[in-house]
Every structure is written in structure tokens, then in C-alpha cells.
């Protein structure tokens, strides 16, 4: 099916590992520039690496998307490169899975820095430019937790909901200068060891997401199986392209059906 | 992106015309096999060959989505003549208009047998062969009016939500044989044949009445019959094979539900 998105542009955050890895390699296999916004420079390069021979290019820009000044110099080194932005796919993410009453404050803040002002930043930081070319995608990866709420994941769960509320009252606002907005939602999405880096939140996370811990997790998806971090990027490929156009507004999981709204 | 569909098999009900022709076409131009079916005749015939011009087999077969024996024959055939079936899109439907304390009580039946009855039918004839391969995409068209209501079209209002419900219960017992089953759900959608209804129902391109309609899409436009089947195909390839239990709306934004 033909996507339209040879030679676009596509901003992607925290794509040094696991599903933002997933989607910046799908968007280059698509023939699209594709520019990394990520923090953790060794993850990057082992990204670009792999990128190598795929029909478009890999392109990375250090970036803290919980710092404004970061993000508005991203985009203004994004629009430098490459004259045009095309689509941002808010994707940086961080949880710590423990029962609301067992969380420390710093881990709620950490969580809503990391997965909420995230999302405004970087949503911010590209509207102006979409609004002046009247034109634009915003997909941002949300969470089943979002959804249908999940066990020690209460206020994650909250900043993934909160990307789901702002993403539809924001596609109602600048719909009319044709930008869109949408949310995919992964369920668990266990990443290979080798594949993240030295910060990545899975050093921690390994310990509570073992292999049979996902064992026994993949029951509760009719499709008896966790999903994997191509499944997820297939989805916010097709949401970004010209075959979703008509789109907007809209949650989409993409996780077995774990959820069923 | 390469969808994985070429060789694949494909029944699409309601492919005479409207949206589901415009699916059978696209299936076509992605490589798959069609399996055209629909009541009317003519038509139906006319889409599998402007399919089979596109360089697939394409095949018709009469079917009147109420009458379980038809679908059965339906899903037989598809096998039979062309080897297996690795998607359904089921689009067969109608609707009656009118403020529903002034409609008659006989008019509604038609609307939920065709749209949910016929969606119960091909959900069931085509569990079958898909639970043999352990393989399979179902794919309902539903409506916005099943998400969040439509004046004036209460029976199909309530199909289109019936069809919501009966998709998560089957996703649910056919998810563990690896088949997915999922709605998508398009606003007001331009067809080719449909031009005139549209133009009775809210106006010619243009006009004052027909502009305030648009304007409550928040992007500023009606969906066409290729937006909506762009959308239907990928959810009957294996590119969205986690994706199952889903209602996605392609509607401009008309809908912003969960």
C-alpha cells in the first residue's frame, strides 16, 4: 500500500531502544528521513548503525524532551536540516511498576515529566511550524494502562491517559489547518536485553518483567501472546501516512486484545 | 508498506458498490484474490471484473447476507474455487431515515438483519476454514452512529453498535485460533454511487446547509470510500496482527470515543 511518506520527515523521541527503536527503523524502511531525538547518544548511534542501507535516512539530534529550551532547539535544528517537518511520534516513556500506595513522590514526578511533559514539549514545540505549513501528524504512544487502567501503573497510567484527552482536544483545534492527531497503545512490550542501554528504565524493569512473568501475562490477551515493538510500529507508520488521512482524534491499541473499548 | 497480501484470499460482502467495492479494489491492487459478494447481480459482477483487470482472480457470488445458507455457500465457495480464505470484510448494509417514533415498527427489522444478522452470519461461516489454518482477519464496517448515536437512524444506530459488541465477543473466542476481528467506523462518506443521497440528505457541495455539516468535522471534510477502505485492508493484513477487539474510527474526527 503506498504510504506517502518517501522523503517526508519524521521526529521521533526516545527511538535509542525497544518500541521508539522499532519505529525509527519501520519509518527509514519507508524511505523517510527520520530524526532521532534521543538523550542516551550511545543508544543513538547503535541505531544509526542499523539503519545503514535502508531506503532512507537516520539523522540524530540529542534532545531532553522534559527540557523546553531542548526541545525548541531540536525542532529549529530538525527544520535546519531538513527544511520540513512532516510527523512527530512522541514516543519517550518511563514507569516503575509498584502500588500507588507503595510510590515515592519523586517516582510520580518522574513519571509525569517523563511521559506527560514530554508529550506537551515536544507537541508544542512542532505546531507552530505545522500550523504555518498547514500541514502535520502527531502520533504519541500511549498505553493500554491509559485505557482501561493497570495494576501499579496509577499515575503512568494518568500521563497516558492525559496524551489520549489532549491529543483529541488539540485535533479538534488545528484540524482545520489539515493537522492530525492519534494515539496507539501497546500493551507490555518486553524489549531484548542487548538492545537497551545502561539508563533505560528495563535495567530495573528486567526484575519484575521475566520471562515467566510473561509467560503468565500472555493469558490474559486473546491472541495468547505478548505483542512485539514491530507490531506497534507498523501501526503508528500507517496512522502517520497518507492511507490515515481521514483520521483523527482516534486511540488505537495495539496490544491483542488486551483492551476492548 | 508492503501488506503481505498478495496471493491471499479475500471475501468482502456489500462489494457491488459504496465503500465495499472500493475495498474489493483495493484488496485487488494489493495482489489478493477476491471473493465479490453481494445481492445484487449486475453490479457485483461488473466489481470482480474491473478486479480481475487489476491482475487478480476475482469471483462473484450472489449473496443475501441474511439467509445463513447463502453465506455458508459464500465461505464454501471461496474455498473451493479459490483455495482458502485469510480475510473477511463484511460492508453488506441499509439504513431508514426518520425521526423513530414516526417510523414503523416493520421498518427496523431489515436494517438489523442485513447490518447485524448479516454481520452474525459471516462471522460464523467464516470462523471455519479460518480456525483450520489458525489464521484469519475479520473486518466489520461499522458506523459513528454505533459509537455515539445518530438522530434520525435509531435501527441502524443500533445495528452499527451491535455489530461494535458482537466483534469484541468474537475476537474474544477466536483470538486463542489466532484470528483477529476488528470494526472500523466511518462518518458520512462519499461514494461514487451515493452522490445524489447526499445531496438530498445534506445539501450540494457548496451550499450554506451542506458547509454547516462539514464544519462539525473537525478536518474540515467528509471521508471518501477510499479513506474508509484504505483502513479496512490494513486491518485484514497481517501488518496489524496484534491489533484485535479495535474499533477505529475514520471519520475526520467526527468521533472521539475512549
Known amino acids: 500500500m503506498e504510504l506517502g511518506l518517501k522523503g517526508k520527515t519524521v521526529i521521533i523521541t526516545g527511538g535509542g531502544s525497544n518500541i521508539g527503536r522499532a519505529i525509527f527503523l519501520a519509518f527509514v524502511k519507508e524511505g523517510s528521513t527520520v530524526i532521532n531525538a534521543e538523550i542516551d547518544e550511545t543508544q543513538a548511534k547503535k541505531v544509526l548503525d542499523e539503519a545503514k542501507g535502508l531506503p532512507g535516512k537516520a539523522l540524530f539530534i540529542k534532545t531532553d524532551v522534559t527540557d523546553w529550551d531542548s526541545v525548541q532547539n531540536m525542532v529549529k535544528t530538525a527544520i535546519e536540516k531538513t527544511g520540513q517537518i512532516d510527523v512527530l511520534v512522541n514516543n519517550v516513556g518511563w514507569v516503575y511498576d509498584r502500588l500507588f500506595v507503595e510510590k515515592p513522590r519523586e517516582e510520580w514526578e518522574k513519571e509525569i515529566k517523563l511521559n506527560y511533559w514530554s508529550y506537551i514539549n515536544c507537541t508544542r514545540g512542532v505546531l507552530d511550524h505545522f500550523i504555518a505549513r498547514k500541514g502535520g501528524n502527531i502520533v504519541s504512544v500511549g498505553s493500554d494502562a491509559g485505557r482501561v487502567g493497570e495494576f501499579r501503573e ?32 501497546p500493551g507490555a512490550t518486553i524489549p531484548k536485553k542487548e538492545e ?26 486473546t491472541l495468547r501472546r ?7 510500529a507498523n501501526a503508528v507508520v500507517f496512522m502517520a501516512s497518507d492511507a490515515a488521512s481521514f483520521i483523527t482524534g482516534q486511540t488505537l491499541s495495539v496490544s491483542g486484545g488486551y483492551s476492548m473499548m | 508498506m508492503d501488506l503481505g497480501l498478495k496471493g491471499k484470499v479475500a471475501i468482502v460482502t456489500g462489494s457491488a458498490q459504496g465503500i465495499g467495492k472500493v475495498v474489493a479494489r483495493t484488496f485487488a491492487k494489493e495482489g489478493a484474490n ?24 476475482a469471483i462473484f457470488v450472489k449473496t443475501d447476507v441474511t439467509k445463513y445458507e ?18 473477511l470484510v463484511h460492508d453488506a448494509a441499509t439504513f431508514v431515515i426518520g425521526p423513530f417514533r414516526k417510523l414503523p415498527v416493520d421498518s427496523w427489522n431489515k436494517v438489523i438483519n442485513i447490518c447485524l444478522f ?38 441502524y444506530s443500533a445495528a452499527k453498535g451491535g455489530i461494535m459488541a458482537f466483534s469484541k465477543s468474537l475476537a474474544l473466542d477466536l483470538g486463542p485460533s489466532g484470528i483477529t476481528v476488528n470494526v ?15 445531496e438530498k440528505l445534506i445539501g450540494k457541495e457548496g451550499d450554506e446547509k451542506r458547509q454547516k455539516v462539514v464544519s462539525i468535522y473537525p ?16 486491518m485484514a493484513s497481517d501488518k496489524a496482527g496484534h491489533v484485535t477487539g479495535q474499533v477505529l474510527s475514520v471519520s475526520g474526527g467526527y468521533s472521539m470515543v475512549g
Open chain 1, 154 to 185: 496509577a499515575v503512568y497510567g494518568g500521563c497516558k491517559g492525559a496524551i489520549i484527552a489532549t491529543s483529541k482536544a488539540i485535533a479538534r483545534e488545528v484540524g482545520r489547518y489539515n493537522i492530525r492527531l492519534n494515539v496507539v497503545c
Open chain 1, 196 to 221: 537497551v542501554g545502561k539508563d533505560s528504565m528495563w535495567q530495573e524493569a528486567f526484575k519484575f518483567f521475566t520471562p515467566e512473568m510473561a509467560e503468565k501475562a500472555a493469558h490474559a490477551y
Open chain 1, 226 to 232: 505478548l505483542g512485539t515493538a514491530a507490531e506497534l
Open chain 2, 34 to 57: 477476491v471473493v465479490i459478494a453481494d445481492i445484487q447481480e449486475e453490479k457485483g459482477k461488473q466489481t470482480a471484473q474491473e478486479c480481475q483487470a487489476l491482475g487478480v482472480k
Open chain 2, 70 to 87: 447463502d453465506v455458508d455457500n459464500l465461505v464454501k465457495t471461496a474455498v473451493k474455487e479459490l483455495g482458502r480464505v485469510d480475510a
Open chain 2, 118 to 155: 448479516g454481520a452474525m452470519n459471516c462471522g460464523h461461516a467464516v470462523a471455519e476454514p479460518m480456525v483450520a489454518q489458525k489464521k484469519g482477519h475479520i473486518v466489520f464496517v461499522g458506523s459513528d452512529a454505533g459509537r455515539t448515536g445518530d438522530a434520525s437512524q435509531a435501527a
Open chain 2, 184 to 198: 472500523v467506523s466511518p462518518g458520512l462518506t462519499l461514494t461514487p454511487e451515493n452522490t445524489e443521497l447526499m
Open chain 2, 219 to 234: 478536518l474540515r471534510k467528509l471521508g471518501t470510500a477510499e479513506d474508509v477502505a484504505n483502513v479496512a485492508v490494513f
